[in-house]
């Protein structure tokens, strides 16, 4: 089992940049999947971005390739979302998910196959 907590959130001005942490509490880090997602107010929660087991394969949602990156160390526990050129529509709270422990190492876009999550952690853009 695994216990996530993530930080790094905040107020920032459009075009602005900010860096999300995930720390994972409990044994065996480097065999889960992590994810990240938001939900904006009134609205769904989507699938952000996704890292496997040890950091061989990406995904993201098609609305945020080439502004956020995720990357993890699995040495810290931590998963990492890296927010660049941010714009009013990524307002939303964050959560970290974890998938596993997993056999294999892959990424998954479906919530549903996520078994942990965190508390989540708002980013608020301005205009």
């Known amino acids: 089992q695994v216990q996530l907590e993530e930080s790094g959130g905040g107020l920032v001005q459009a075009g602005d940049s900010l860096r999300l942490s995930c720390t994972a509490s409990?044994?065996?880090?480097?065999?889960?999947?992590m994810g990240w997602f938001r939900q904006a107010p009134g609205k769904e929660r989507v699938f952000v971005a996704a890292?496997?087991?040890?950091?061989?394969?990406?995904g993201y949602a098609d609305s945020v390739k080439g502004r956020l990156t995720i990357s993890r160390d699995n040495a810290k526990n931590t998963v990492y979302l890296q927010m660049n050129t941010l714009t009013p529509e990524d307002t939303a709270v964050y959560y970290c998910?974890?998938?596993?422990?997993?056999?294999?190492?892959?990424?998954?876009?479906?919530?549903?196959?996520?078994?942990?999550w965190g508390q989540g952690t708002q980013v608020t853009v301005s205009s």
């Open positions: 998910a974890a998938n596993g422990p997993a056999a294999i190492e892959y990424v998954t876009t479906h919530p549903s196959a996520y078994q942990y």
């Open positions: 409990g044994r065996a880090f480097g065999s889960y999947n």
């Open positions: 890292v496997s087991q040890n950091g061989g394969r990406t």
